[in-house]
């Protein structure tokens, strides 16, 4: 088990670029989150997948974000055109549904720095 | 839509004492997620809720749920410098398939 990886672990871009995270979840996980933080706040919720499939989004992700897990291992959040709200911590999560509640595993985290 | 509210918003410690940290919600609460983060890192899973009365320790962390409250309580003994740290609280989903709602965080801070 070798946990949540996320990458790249830092991004500095400027207004306007567009960005591209990775997640890679923990191996029989089913389940991926993506959590965006801002300085001095929780974690809020931006967007979850069971296997390939997106099953719901929040009104934090505008149009200029899409996520994708396409074989249902990996995943990608794309920001698109970048604006300097969007500098903030964005955490991925992983869990495996079962029978009870689930206990979601996060990674290190890519911290985002729009200039 | 459901609320945390954590206090207190920071906390500054001796070694060795001990110390409690609350967690409140505006709603009911299904379940209750203790995670621990590290400045400018991920979130460290502590513990997991689900029942009222439910009591969970870990090493030296405790945690409660207390459904009829509302709240949940995480408890340090004999504080140490490597709890220092953001500590957040999260509402479990009502269903399996749904989101964690966090709080804001508690920070810690440790006096050696």
């Known amino acids: 088990d070798t946990g949540v990886s996320q990458n790249p672990r830092h991004k500095i871009t400027k207004r306007g670029q567009n960005v591209t995270f990775r997640c890679d979840p923990i191996?029989?996980?089913?389940?991926l989150y993506w959590y965006r933080q801002t300085l001095g706040q929780g974690p809020e919720f931006l967007t979850y997948f069971q296997n390939e499939a997106q099953l719901e989004k929040s009104r934090l992700l505008s149009d200029r974000f899409s996520a994708e897990r396409p074989k249902g291992s990996f995943s990608t959040l794309e920001i698109q055109r970048t604006e300097q709200g969007d500098s903030a911590m964005y955490l991925c999560?992983?869990?495996?549904?079962?029978?009870?509640?689930?206990?979601?595993?996060f990674g290190p985290g890519t911290r985002l720095l729009v200039l | 839509s459901q609320e945390l509210e954590q206090s207190p918003q920071s906390l500054i410690v001796q070694e060795g004492k001990n110390l409690t940290i609350n967690c409140t919600s505006s709603?009911?609460?299904?379940?209750l997620y203790w995670y621990k983060q590290k400045y400018g890192e991920g979130l460290i899973f502590l513990m997991m809720?689900?029942?009222?009365?439910e009591e969970k320790s870990h090493e030296k962390i405790t945690a409660k749920l207390d459904e009829k409250k509302q709240q949940s309580s995480l408890h340090i003994t004999a504080s140490q410098p490597s709890h220092a740290g953001i500590y957040l609280c999260g509402a479990g989903p009502m269903n399996r398939d749904d989101k964690i709602i966090f709080g804001k965080g508690t920070r810690l801070h440790i006096l050696p």
């Open positions: 191996s029989e996980h089913n389940r």
């Open positions: 999560a992983s869990s495996r549904v079962g029978q009870s509640m689930e206990t979601q595993y």
């Open positions: 809720l689900q029942k009222g009365g």
């Open positions: 709603k009911t609460l299904y379940g």
